[in-house]
């Protein structure tokens, strides 16, 4: 499955620093629609979310999974059914509206992008908001982390692994890790940095050899783009929100919703909040 | 309501160490219904649970209200619908026998105490496991953090708080907390030791004023026993696992079973893995 990229429209339009600006600002341009982009480099300190919106028959057993696989799929909020507003997540926010861009998948099939989903929300919709990389890295940056792909300019890589996941219900499969490149050092200070954000998917599960995890070539990522490694480099893996995307795909769930890859929701939860 | 206070047969009954001797060993025990005391200083190192087991029809509002009430009512685990086995907790665990001891509540109030449940599970019972205080006490021990209800050999003192929790369904209700005396200075060193437990109710929720959450008297709690202040010493207070047992009763429910307090599940899950 190829990952569906981000809209082309990535490039910053706003006349105010991103970087500051409120959860509930950038929310309301979200909902007017005038966005469909990334949310990276938002809101910084602010937790931003994964979205899949599953029918209730199967959110207990999603609910299960999730609790199952807690660092690929660290659960930030479950909404109330057919509720589309997440009140411990923040005061005004819609979940259909408040996302810069939605995927349609039909029959675990990506079939289009949308900017809102009023009329894909139903009576028994739930909406399921899961961490994502974006807080971890930024804490992993304040501890002066390298973060490769950024410094030249590329989506993080993403691989298929044979880590196998507690299957619950129709939810079953592997884990989808992202890979960063860093000395040893480093690897060991970004393994305690993220130890302590286990809503956006925690420590390492793994430094080193690729081949343990089942990853047969680090420059043929199965989502986003190779990266580079500089001298004395190795590799660190964590659990990607990719997971239960692929995972949900694959159950068999007629219509599901999620997030375009790197339009997230951005709440209201300070990401050092434990 | 009035604690249902543990069996009387507390004293250690067992010719080998408890403290070191293995979860499955004990939850052998256990299913033999030949010991239906507490669970405390038992399996050290391994985290053991609260039961709930609620019917399908309000799993999921169940589990959506334990995700927004962390503290309270964090979960270690959640059956398969009808399954009684707990795979992720342990390769043996067959919830209906491997508690010491379990509580019937009927429309709310306490009926029987049980050593097995084979008749009361059904095809849509769900068990949820809940954190529980056992785990966090030990890392402060460890830390020589003083555990004052110990030393005078009582239960630990537990108050209903005017802290609201974020309902979910039919769960609603306040918070209730354990208390622990002791100096300012280890108060910081329990919430540095605690934070890194947020499976076993995390950091504390208050230190110094009872009046703040709603206590207005140290010496009368609503379960357990009054414990003694020494000179300096301020109360410290943790989200309590009692919360979610008093939120059920209270959800209208027709029969929940919950463990006999203090009659844990001790699980295969390290108490340190986070």
Partial sequence: MAIEQLDSSTENPFAFDIATASPARLRGIFRSGAYRGTTANMANGFTQGNLAIIPECHALAFARFCQRNPK?????GISDTGDPTLRTLGEDIDIRTDVPSYNIYRDGKFTESVVEITDFWREDSVAFILGCSFSFEE???????PMR???IDRVVPMYKTSIELQ???PFRGTMVVSMRPMSMEDAIRASAVTARYPHTHGMPVHIGDPATIGITDLDDPDWGEPTEFRDGEIPVFWACGVTPQNVVH????????THTPGSMLITDIPSAIS
Wanted: charged share 10%; aromatic share 0%; glycine share 8%.
């Fill in 149 to 151: 792909h950024m410094e």
């Fill in 72 to 76: 690929p799929c660290p659960i930030v």
């Fill in 167 to 169: 299957p619950a219900g």
């Fill in 139 to 145: 804490a992993l940056m304040q501890a002066r982390v």
């Fill in 250 to 257: 694959a159950a068999g769930i007629p219509v599901v919703v």
